[in-house]
């Protein structure tokens, strides 16, 4: 089972880190998830394999277990997948991809005559989709932290690299931003300008 491999993959570097002198804390995210049930049987499997790693190598680590958020049902149901995910990442990109039903492989085809003829404002690829994507972002964090109340969250994709999208996130209370190298100091300064905004 590939998540299996992946699982060792990460426990056994992170003893050999402790070992070596440094304090890891692995944050292991379950991709593309569906349901509370899907987190329940991988955390299953994620803690059989720590364990057989801590007794092969004989050193105990503690880590933290998360989910992308990338499907509307799981979005929607996130109260239930806090019961199990310590963190949400939202995956903007897939989300987008389906809230909207567009696939990214063709989307340029037809994008410019959504903008052109006013029927967006903007490309949800590039700036967060705050009538609907945006909903559930902030849906599921609020559903997700009435579940479990220090609950991570954040999101992951081109958006965190979007002044706009940026302030949205911190607008809503999340804890971080993730995008592309050459989009993180536009991130910053978004995140900065957002902060001193809220202060005024």
Request: glycine content about 6%; proline content about 4%.
């Amino acid at each position: 089972m590939i998540s299996e491999t992946q699982f060792r993959a990460i426990f056994t570097a992170a003893i050999e880190l402790k070992k070596e002198g440094y304090h890891p804390m692995p944050e292991i995210m379950i991709p593309v998830t569906i349901s509370e049930r899907e987190l329940r049987f991988q955390k299953a499997i994620c803690e059989r394999v720590r364990a057989e790693v801590e007794a092969r190598l004989n050193e105990h680590i503690d880590y933290k277990f998360g989910t992308m958020i990338e499907i509307p049902r799981a979005a929607l149901t996130a109260d239930r997948m806090a019961r199990t995910a310590e963190f949400f990442s939202f995956g903007t990109n897939d989300l987008t991809q389906m809230t909207f039903g567009f696939s990214r492989d063709d989307v340029s085809t037809f994008m410019g005559d959504y903008l052109g003829n006013k029927i967006l404002d903007a490309d949800p690829f590039k700036t967060l989709d705050t009538k609907a994507v945006g909903k559930l972002v902030e849906y599921a964090v609020k559903n997700g932290r009435a579940t479990r109340e220090n609950l991570k969250c954040g999101i992951c994709g081109e958006h965190g690299g979007d002044p706009a999208s940026v302030k949205f996130c911190h607008r809503i209370g999340l804890n971080y931003v993730s995008c592309s190298p050459f989009r993180v100091p536009i991130a910053r300064l978004a995140a900065a300008q957002a902060a001193i905004e809220d202060e005024k």
